[in-house]
């Protein structure tokens, strides 16, 4: 057993993968953000036409047997296939590998995080009962429906023998993974943590509930112009799919074996809104109170912060709360702060979103360029704050921060820093 009482285990990031409507590479995701490059269109998956909402951001491209064995994926959810993918590139972006020795991987572990888990799967279940009887429902279909079988199917398929565990808390639970991975490391039951999450729900009856739940943007019209947060002609936000994994490691475990480093994660901060089931708590008090406490678990000021990966759906009701959250945590320096929604280019990843922003923080502090918020031409009187608005900018910054917020009002703060 390794003595870890009184350590002082900091956490950093040394692998990024991502599988995204703009693009399935870490590299072809940031060069399609810094372009303000929409992956929102008409929906291809399945026949939208009876639909109220005909419009999302799909991947393209995807070819799983890049990453895996055909029979591999055809047991698979698309969720889960997408978070296999994203981490089959951090772990190689990150060095690691386990397959030489199958017992090495005990000190490694994963947390993954979906809203909703294998939503296709479950529809194509029901599909085949009402149509062909429930003899014919495939064997796989509860293993392709669980949330958690992302991580698992991780853990098998890189021999991850240490903690293995999965959040469901909505539109916040890749973010909750990530954090939850780094407290696993923290507290010394695991050196290195795969984290973040993936969703692919835009099938017929997730897009029709999340349109009954008058969530989602109809501009049917304009679909690349349809998710424009913090604008005053916002209309609901846009969903879409992908995944997003980061490899967390324990610092000192990384400079031993000499990995590049991206970046520290500094600070975790959660909190309830304890008020509705979709809507936010007005005047930002709870989201408030997830930032605070990630800035306190950073020991940093507000004013260290220079970037905000802001949760910003493109909804009426978050974009204004997620703005007086923001002045409540930053005071006067919010007016200076940096602020921008890559939902706008992405749509909205539901559980898989807050990986793949806090990868775009991360790869900003790299670069030193923010990405900018798209479909920004209408003022809010509102959200009167620096949104970064349609360029991106370049301006070095050394700490960021990524907000997600989900449904029964779960919010979730990380803070990175170089």
């Known amino acids: 057993m390794i003595d870890v009482h009184g350590l002082d285990r900091r956490v950093v990031v040394t692998g990024l993968g991502v599988i995204s409507p703009i693009g399935n590479t870490v590299e072809d995701y940031w060069s399609a953000l810094l372009s303000g490059t929409s992956g929102v269109g008409p929906i291809t998956l399945f026949d939208a036409s009876q639909l109220p909402v005909r419009f999302a951001g799909e991947v393209k491209n995807f070819d799983p047997e890049e990453y895996m064995a055909r029979r591999t994926a055809r047991r698979m959810d698309r969720f889960d296939q997408f978070f296999y993918a994203a981490t089959t590139q951090a772990l190689l972006d990150a060095g690691i590998d386990y397959s030489d ?28 009962m009402r149509t062909r009887g429930a003899e014919r429902i495939s064997p796989y279909q509860v293993t392709r429906m669980i949330p958690n079988m992302a991580a698992g199917d991780v853990s098998i398929g890189f021999g991850l023998l240490g903690p293995v565990t999965c959040t469901v808390t909505a539109c916040a639970a890749s973010t909750n993974a990530i954090g939850d991975a780094a407290e696993i490391i923290r507290r010394g039951a695991a050196d290195v943590m795969v984290s973040g999450g993936g969703e692919a729900s835009i099938c017929e009856f997730g897009i029709a509930a999340f349109a009954q739940a008058r969530a989602v943007s109809t501009r049917n019209e304009d679909p690349q112009g349809a998710c424009r947060p913090f604008d005053a002609t916002r209309d609901g936000f ?28 500094l600070g975790y ?6 008020y509705h089931i979709t809507l936010p708590r007005p005047g930002g008090v709870g989201a408030a109170r997830a930032m605070q406490a990630a800035l306190d678990d950073a020991e940093i000021e507000p004013s260290q912060v220079g970037y905000v990966n802001a949760h910003g759906t493109s909804t009426p009701a978050n974009d204004v709360t997620e703005t007086a959250a923001i002045k409540l945590v930053f005071g006067e320096h919010a007016a200076r702060l940096a602020i921008s929604s890559t939902k706008s280019m992405t749509g909205h990843l ?28 209408n003022p809010d009187p509102e959200c009167d704050l620096d949104y970064v608005p349609n360029e991106a900018r370049k301006q070095d910054v050394g700490i960021v921060m990524s907000n997600s917020f989900g449904f029964g009002g779960h919010n979730a703060v990380l803070i990175f820093g170089r």
């Open 101 to 128: 020795d199958p017992d090495s991987g005990t000190r490694a572990g994963v947390v993954v995080g979906s809203g909703i888990g294998g939503l296709m799967s479950m529809q194509e279940g029901m599909d085949t």
């Open 238 to 265: 846009v969903m879409a799919e992908g995944a997003g994994s980061l490899i967390l490691e324990e610092r000192e475990h990384a400079l031993a074996r000499g990995a590049q480093i991206y970046a520290e994660l």
């Open 269 to 274: 901060g959660m909190s309830s809104d304890a």
């Open 350 to 377: 539901l559980g898989g979103a807050g990986a793949v922003e806090a990868i775009a923080g991360i790869l900003a502090m790299r670069d030193g360029v923010l990405p900018p918020t798209i479909n920004y031409h």
